[in-house]
């Protein structure tokens, strides 16, 4: 296992234990905060540990925006909790799973194991265990057990638990309901569980598994538009044999209520030249090589299959007028003027999406070396002849009263001009295809222009969003009805 899997898994498990506030609607918000961290916080983690000695920060998978909560509280919960029961109520799937008597000594294993204080974070009173999934995949048995508490916990109001389960294939019922067997514990069993286990066949990569109710239906699709269904039903399994580039989806009737990429990136390892030659291309500026190529890969590991090509690098350089986060009580540090270099994918859906990744030289005062902020746009931005402004200070909605740009140009372009109204708010000279400038905020209904030697108007474009503006291509639609 690599250390940003790792690292994912640490950190997705840790959130799982954490309780949120005792309220319905606190309750959904932090499903949707574990799943969102189950996505993104591995690769946020291992960048923040990947610089010694100093830390390093990307926002996000380049301003793709994640599935929101939804407005309603006690109801949507309700619901959600109606699936996990439905879960719970399936019954066990997988070819280890038809072995009854197995199944059966598994689960009273797994309740005599948790009743004398074996899992120590599952301590509450639990009146049954059930076995929803077991079967053996590359050479481990992997199972799913759910943990009925005798009352709801207090805080989340989860009524089970779930445990994911790897020995050896063919492991006895005592030594899977071990706890040398134990690979994740929640507080909640969700509608949609997933799993990832490290293949012992094939170092480095990986064997997932999703289940969902039994009177669900799993698809994949090499691209969201084309589906076919899995012949395992209600439950999906990959190898590295069978692992591709996909997302997958999950039909309960006639309703769609998990649509999702599938596990991996379009970057399975280092940048060649080859594809570096494209992702360059088109390239303004002067970026560094292998910086370049490193902030290709964690965007295309962050981004995962929501992308439909690699990254490409529009521009790189150094650039005065960047924030370095320095606030107007300390001394500057002596930075010098940061390297910038900006990245851009299309992404599933349409749109483009992109990030610009400021590399300070050294740590700021709150000891980042390196941020990243993603924007969106809805035109391709590695068009040589068109302009980008991407806002690259700290504040996501544009509300404060001076903004900081990075306006990325034409070739022909000498000077940049900011309007509101029809009125020029800034200006600033072009500098290698690039330029940075303070303007007054809010971004919105600004208009930037691209000025030549003679002050034509060479290229003209709005202030791209920043964050995830985009509507969302993924569903989780377990809180609805």
């Not at 994911?164 to 309901?177: N, P, R």
Request: charged share 20%.
């Amino acid at each position: 296992m690599t250390v940003d899997e790792e690292l994912s898994r640490a950190l997705a498990d840790l959130t799982r234990t954490l309780a949120p506030e005792p309220d319905p609607y606190g309750r959904v918000r932090a499903r949707y905060r574990r799943n969102q961290q189950r996505r993104v916080g591995g690769l946020a983690l291992a960048a923040v540990v990947s610089v010694a000695g100093a830390s390093f920060a990307i926002a996000g998978p380049g301003g793709i925006a994640e599935p929101s909560p939804p407005a309603d509280s006690t109801e949507s919960f309700s619901h959600v909790l109606a699936w996990s029961e439905k879960l719970l109520q399936s019954p066990p799937r997988g070819a280890v799973a038809r072995d009854t008597g197995y199944i059966r000594d598994v689960a009273h294993n797994l309740l005599t194991a948790q009743r004398r204080g074996d899992f120590p974070r599952l301590t509450v009173p639990v009146s049954e265990v059930k076995v929803l999934f077991a079967d053996d995949i590359d050479g481990q048995r992997i199972a799913l057990a759910a943990f009925v508490r005798e009352q709801p916990d207090p805080g989340t109001g989860w009524p089970n638990a779930a445990v994911w389960l790897v020995a050896d294939e063919g492991a006895t019922a005592k030594d899977l309901a071990s706890t040398a067997a134990v690979r994740g514990t929640s507080d909640a069993l969700e509608p949609y569980e997933t799993i990832a286990v490290d293949d012992p066949t094939r170092p480095g990569r990986e064997v997932h598994v999703a289940i969902a109710p039994a009177e669900c239906v799993f698809l994949s699709s090499p691209a969201p538009e084309t589906w076919t269904p899995e012949p395992t039903g209600s439950y999906l399994v990959r190898t590295p044999l069978t692992q591709r580039p996909e997302w997958w989806r999950v039909d309960c009737g006639s309703a769609t209520r998990q649509l999702v990429p599938g596990p991996g990136s379009r970057a399975s390892g280092p940048i060649t030249d080859a594809q570096f030659a494209t992702a360059t291309a088109r390239m303004r500026g002067h970026a560094e090589q292998q910086r370049s190529r490193e902030l290709m890969r964690e965007m295309a590991q962050m981004g995962g299959y929501r992308l439909t090509a690699l990254p490409s690098v529009i521009w790189g350089g150094p650039v005065t007028g960047v924030p370095t986060g320095v606030t107007t009580t300390s001394p500057p540090p002596n930075v010098g003027n940061p390297r910038v270099t900006v990245l851009t994918a299309p992404a599933v859906g349409g749109g483009w999406v992109g990030q610009v990744v400021i590399d300070h030289g050294q740590p700021r005062p709150d000891t980042l070396v390196s941020t990243g902020l993603p924007f969106d746009v809805a035109t391709d931005p590695t068009d040589t002849g068109a302009l980008l402004a991407v806002p690259i200070d700290d504040d996501p909605t544009g509300s404060t009263s001076r903004r900081s740009l990075l306006v990325v140009t034409p070739a022909a372009a000498t000077s940049v001009r900011v309007l509101r109204d029809g009125l020029a708010v800034a200006n600033a000279p072009v500098s290698g295809s690039g330029a940075a400038l303070t303007v007054p905020g809010p971004t919105t209904g600004l208009v930037v222009e691209a000025l030549d030697a003679s002050g034509g108007v060479v290229a003209t474009g709005p202030v791209a969003a920043v964050g995830a503006q985009r509507a969302p291509h993924e569903t989780d639609a377990w809180y609805q009805e």
